[in-house]
């Protein structure tokens, strides 16, 4: 090797211990920290799904699958996708992938060439920051603000528009936000990308979990959509499934046997059991489903009540399990006050820089602690609030 040569390809930007990373480090070190970063439920799997996935290890459920997934795992995907009103689709047009992740990254290897322009809501779930960064495309932030509380509109998109433009990503309900992009937004954003002949992947994989009445569109049901509509979801968050590794993508079939091939060539299937705790997910009881989200409402009212005393100003969350709160108010760079939070109060939140944050303003809090918990985490956040707003005061 050529003296003082990067061993590490020119695709690869983030070249040390992402954020994340070096504050989990920090966290194993501290007693009693209270973790609201992570978007990884602390509601169990339902015992039914546990059962399901126990009874298949003990029936032999060790082996390969099918390449695109359990066929009667498909036909209830397709049977679940349009019973929440999204578009119909034949199992042989649904990808099982081993979570949400990688069906976006087999998305974006499947349709981005170097140069060809994915447009981003920004804030947005980085992984997607990663997928064109790895596939050497162009990233076209579209920023968003409070104005729209943080939620996409086809005005923004019009203005981010280019002949170079081939995919927008639309995260509805928002992650890190936890806005939801009402209904007819949705079909403003979709009369833009048919007028552009823009690819729309939309991540839909907290549908299920909204408040106050907000609705998710669906993307692919809209008129001239399914074409070119990827949808992307999973059990994970609504089903409490994280670690059991199911999601899927669904789109075109002129698309999709290319695309499933990208599948197979990385992970030959998903894993066997999942899948079968996947089915009972979706065929089984779906009272859990409403349970768990009345219980991230019950957080969420707790939580923006003590961010509302705080003086901490945030994003109306109305999907999710999220609250994106102004944290700067407190007189201090957002990533600076998740450092200090979890140093001087042991309580873990996620800097907005991490989800393309142009301002380093705000953090993200997840809706995952009981409500005592929350409470207790807000108590601590309170004190180095005052603390910071003391010194600044002196200063």
């Not at 007028?195 to 839909?204: C, F, Q, T």
């Not at 066997?272 to 009272?287: F, I, K, M, R, S």
Request: with cysteine; net charge negative.
């Amino acid at each position: 090797m050529t003296k003082g040569r990067s061993r590490l390809a020119r695709r690869v930007t983030l070249k040390d211990k992402h954020i994340v990373t070096r504050m989990m480090d920090l966290a194993s070190g501290l007693p009693d920290v209270i973790k609201l970063g992570r978007g990884d439920p602390d509601l169990d799997t339902p015992q039914h799904i546990v059962r399901a996935g126990q009874e298949a290890l003990a029936s032999g459920a060790t082996h390969y699958t099918h390449p695109l997934g359990l066929p009667e795992l498909r036909q209830a995907i397709a049977e679940n996708i349009a019973e929440h009103g999204g578009a119909r689709y034949a199992p042989e047009d649904i990808v099982v992938t081993p979570g949400g992740q990688q069906a976006m990254f087999i998305i974006a290897l499947g349709l981005l060439d170097p140069g060809d322009e994915l447009l981003m809501p920004c804030p947005g779930y980085n992984p997607y920051l990663q997928a064109a960064e790895l596939t050497e495309a162009t990233l076209v932030n579209i920023r968003m603000t409070r104005a729209t509380n943080f939620t996409l509109t086809a005005e923004l998109v019009r203005e981010h528009v280019t002949p170079r433009s081939k995919v927008l990503t639309l995260i509805n309900p928002g992650n890190p936000t936890g806005t939801v992009i009402p209904p007819d937004e949705v079909a403003r954003i979709c009369e833009v990308a048919r007028e552009h002949d823009l690819i729309v992947v939309s991540d839909e994989i907290y549908a299920r979990i909204t408040y106050d009445g907000a609705t998710v569109q669906p993307v692919a049901a809209l008129p001239g959509m399914r074409e070119r509509t990827f949808t992307l979801s999973g059990v994970s968050k609504a089903y409490a499934m994280t670690g059991w590794r199911v999601g899927y993508f669904a789109g075109p079939p002129d698309l999709m046997p290319a695309l499933a091939e990208i599948h197979h060539a990385l992970a030959i299937s998903t894993s066997a059991v999942g899948q079968h705790a996947a089915l009972a997910a979706l065929t089984g009881p779906q009272e859990c489903v409403e349970e768990m989200r009345v219980t991230y409402d019950e957080r969420r009212r707790a939580l923006c009540e003590g961010l509302t005393e705080m003086g901490v100003p945030f994003a109306e969350p109305q999907g999710a399990f999220y609250v994106y709160a102004k944290v700067a108010e407190t007189g201090v760079g957002a990533t600076e006050f998740c450092e200090r939070l979890l140093a001087e109060g042991r309580v873990m939140i996620f800097p907005g820089k991490i989800y393309g944050d142009y301002t380093d303003d705000y953090a993200r809090l997840s809706l995952t602690q009981s409500v005592p918990r929350i409470q207790e985490a807000l108590g601590r956040m309170a004190k180095v609030v005052e603390a910071i707003r003391q010194e600044r005061s002196v200063a």
